[in-house]
């Protein structure tokens, strides 16, 4: 549902984070249902469809527990010459920084225990972000994590350049329509161990 009136969108951050309990469940029991191949095929289909010029900067996301493997692809991109980024959460309200991965690339654990390379990893700009999310639809709107970061990055990095958000989940994360305003940013696609699905604009 989109809030246009003044009460719904005050009433927005309430049926959201009413929302996110009963999709934090709805993951974990996806995540339990999956083939252990899930991560191997979602793969497979961000490179068979997910447009990738030689070198293109890709960031993913060191999975947490019950979000979808990301490390199959990272490793995939990285064999095939692509730098890879990893979030950095600095503080509420700012948006999120990038760090390069590689296979032998060290971790610590960040703000959110989010797990990213140190201080000493470069920084870098990704024209491509594979993004986490709680549930998503077919209009391409994701339900985040509360703090807003990734819809802050994404329409940042897309006022000074293309820049592709591919949400990244299981296919029993879509829901019907997820609430959604003005500041909430649409994804490009949506890969999922099921299939990849491009959203029209």
Not at 94 to 111: E, H, K, Q, S, Y
């Amino acid at each position: 549902m989109v809030m246009t009136d003044t009460a719904s969108l005050s009433d927005l951050p309430a049926i959201k984070a009413a929302m996110r309990h009963e999709m934090a469940e709805r993951r974990r029991d996806a995540a339990a249902r999956a083939a252990p191949s899930a991560g191997e095929i979602a793969r497979n289909h961000f490179l068979s469809s997910i447009p990738l010029h030689d070198g293109a900067i890709v960031s993913a996301f060191w999975p947490l527990p019950d979000e979808f493997d990301t490390r199959p692809l990272m490793y995939a991109l990285h064999e095939r010459g692509h730098p890879i980024g990893l979030p950095v959460v600095e503080k509420r309200g700012l948006p999120l920084r990038f760090r390069i991965w590689a296979p032998d690339t060290p971790l610590v654990r960040g703000n959110f225990n989010v797990e990213t390379p140190s201080k000493e990893s470069p920084e870098c700009v990704p024209e491509i972000l594979v993004v986490p999310l709680l549930a998503f639809d077919r209009q391409g709107y994701r339900l985040g994590y509360g703090g807003g970061f990734y819809d802050r990055t994404i329409a940042g990095l897309r006022a000074i350049g293309p820049t592709l958000a591919v949400g990244y989940a299981y296919a029993g994360q879509e829901i019907d329509a997820v609430p959604h305003d003005e500041t909430d940013a649409q994804l490009d696609w949506i890969v999922t161990e099921r299939d990849a699905l491009r959203i029209a604009r």
